[in-house]
């Protein structure tokens, strides 16, 4: 496997890992039955169930957006309100998803600390109105790991979801993520969602690596009825169902999902060693996933483009972001590393 064109821009510019791979190609056996009927389906919602440890609904969708929508839409009325940090995903890059497929539901932003929200933000929110002209708060959305590589820790997640109990909110997580978190804090997936309050989690597969897809997983039941219907409506019911499921297998059944978020955790972990005292670097976050975030000179991000290197700078706040992956290579981040002390060197 080539390492050579390896890139930092976002984790999705990766490929298949082996696993997933060898499932779906272990799936292309012959027929089998469609539209989830399937026995690969069956097997990866069981393997959810096993590893956190409880009886959940699950369900497949293509992407993160769709999950995150999808699920959004089924805790609330069109005339409800999703409270989420002011740079969630759900906000900042799913054009409008959530309130599409809820009909209207409201997304209201509150300000985020290094990514999180907050439950003084949260209460803020919640409590500023009570009348009948303000979209009523029915949920909050948490990002775990954050859009800016930080992570929840386990007391942080404890306190959102006493306060959501408290105002009688619904809590959703959008885990595209969710592996990286697991692997930096060392905790069972359990103790990081349904314990903790979590009524439903979108674990992300694309960035873990598979080639594509997320799973939907209601731990609140009652939250999930007709979220069949829902999928199906929206374009998300794969006929063949089985290929979007089996990869799941491949991932779960022997732990390689924990096992490719640690080595890109890493990496990231790595790469901020590298050049976190470089002079004119400066990290911007704590770097706890997979990401690595950095305030450089403008002519620093010009040259480190005139090298090759692929990388956004809209993410979250700005700055650069440089994200590691399942397959990244650590001599691939040695040469980034390189390359950003030569610009820094030169722009200073
Ligand atoms: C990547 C990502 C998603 C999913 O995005 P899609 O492109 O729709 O698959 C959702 N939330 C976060 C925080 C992400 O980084």
Avoid at 184 to 197: F, V, Y
Avoid at 322 to 329: A, E, I, K, P, Y
Wanted: glycine fraction near 8%; charge should be negative; charged fraction near 20%.
């Amino acid at each position: 496997m080539t390492t050579a064109n390896q890139q930092f821009a976002s984790d999705n510019y990766s490929g298949v890992c082996p696993e997933a791979w060898e499932a779906m190609a272990r799936a292309n056996q012959g027929h089998d039955r469609a539209y989830g009927d399937d026995q690969w389906t069956a097997r990866a919602a069981d393997h959810f169930r096993a590893l956190f440890d409880t009886d959940c609904e699950v369900f497949f969708a293509f992407n993160g957006t769709a999950a995150n929508s999808l699920a959004l839409s089924s805790l609330c009325q069109s005339y409800h309100s999703v409270i989420c940090a002011d740079i969630a995903h759900v906000e900042t890059d799913e054009c409008g998803a959530p309130e599409f497929f809820s009909n209207g539901s409201k997304l209201l932003l509150g300000r985020s600390e290094q990514g999180k929200l907050t439950p003084a933000a949260i209460r803020e929110i919640a409590l500023k109105r009570k009348d009948i002209h303000y979209p009523k708060p029915r949920v909050v959305s948490l990002t775990q790991a954050t859009e800016v590589g930080t992570v929840y820790q386990p007391e942080e997640l404890r306190a959102v979801s006493d306060t959501c109990k408290e105002l009688g909110l619904h809590l959703h997580m959008d885990g595209a993520r969710f592996a990286n978190a697991c692997a930096h804090l060392g905790l069972a997936p359990a103790e990081l969602s349904w314990k903790t309050g979590v009524d439903v989690l979108c674990f992300g597969g694309t960035k873990n690596g598979m080639a594509v897809g997320e799973a939907i997983l209601f731990f609140n039941r009652d939250l999930a009825i007709d979220f069949e219907y829902r999928c199906k409506q929206a374009g998300q019911l794969a006929s063949k169902m089985r290929f979007l499921s089996a990869p799941w297998v491949g991932l779960l059944e022997n732990g390689a999902w924990l096992k490719y978020a640690d080595h890109a955790n890493r990496c990231a972990r790595l790469l901020a060693e590298l050049i976190g005292e470089l002079p004119g670097v400066e990290l911007m976050f704590p770097v706890q996933a997979n990401g690595v975030f950095v305030s450089l000179p403008p002519a620093a991000l010009e040259a480190l483009k005139h090298r090759g290197w692929l990388f956004y700078t809209f993410i979250g706040v700005g700055g650069a972001r440089f994200m590691c992956s399942w397959d990244t290579s650590e001599a691939r981040v040695r040469q980034l590393a390189d390359d950003i002390r030569t610009v820094v060197i030169g722009a200073i």
